[in-house]
């Protein structure tokens, strides 16, 4: 079946690097997406990685992809207080046009 | 380039009522999907469309239903209003399948 899991919160001082994890079962997932949801607002898209890599990075923003174990984790590093939000994963295969989301990370920031 | 927009983005509803929810998407984006966003239940994926046609549904019952128009522009519309919709809804776009998706900021739905 298709789950997506994630911790449901995380505080962590300004500075520090933040990870966030997620754990999927669909072993067929293409995609795999974070996003980054602030009070009254939708979803932004903060970066996303194809199943056949292992690791990418975007300035503050390191992903890492454990396809064996069907985990997924998002390092934000130097968090911000305006990094403070509901962070969630999602995934997606090819051909379904259906996204998975998983339940969402709050991330809490604490100057 | 203008994002995913949702009209209207607040609305408020009694029990037995319909809505109609619209959302237009990034010009050239032809995918649109739509979500229920609640406390309880997290990001629900209701439908998606392409090209007019729904090509995936969520597991929600049949009183929601929707549609996509030539323009790419989608609504979905929501029969028997009950306490339980209540919630965000969330349109999304995206330029191909699989691809990234972009959202609207959401109707927020009250049903009282």
């Known amino acids: 079946g298709e789950d997506v899991e994630q911790s449901l919160f995380l505080s962590v001082r300004e500075g520090d690097s933040s990870v966030i994890n997620c754990t999927y079962t669909d072993s067929s997932s293409t995609y795999l997406y974070w996003y980054k949801q602030e009070p009254g607002a939708g979803l932004q898209l903060l970066t996303y990685i194809f199943s056949n890599m292992d690791m990418k990075q975007d300035q503050r923003l390191t992903v890492l992809l454990n396809k064996k174990d069907k985990h997924l984790s998002l390092r934000i590093a130097d968090t911000q207080t305006g990094d403070s939000a509901i962070y969630f994963c999602a995934e997606t295969t090819s051909g379904t046009y259906k996204y998975i989301f998983g339940t969402g990370t709050r991330l809490k920031v604490l100057a | ?112």
């Not at chain 2, 050239?28 to 046609?53: A, D, K, M, N």
């Not at chain 2, 030539?70 to 609504?75: A, L």
């Open chain 2, 1 to 112: 380039k203008a994002g995913v927009t949702q009209t209207p983005r607040y609305l408020i509803k009694t029990r037995g009522q319909q809505v109609t929810l619209s959302c237009s998407p990034i010009s050239g984006h032809r995918s649109v999907s739509w979500y229920q966003q609640t406390p309880g239940q997290g990001l629900q994926f209701l439908f998606e469309y392409f090209s007019e046609t729904q090509r995936n549904k969520g597991n929600f019952p049949g009183r929601f239903s929707g549609r996509q128009f030539s323009n790419s522009r989608s609504e979905m519309n929501v029969s028997t209003l009950e306490l339980g919709d209540s919630a965000l809804y969330l349109c999304a776009s995206s330029l191909k399948a699989s691809g990234e998706q972009f959202f609207g900021p959401g109707t927020r739905l009250t049903v009282l």
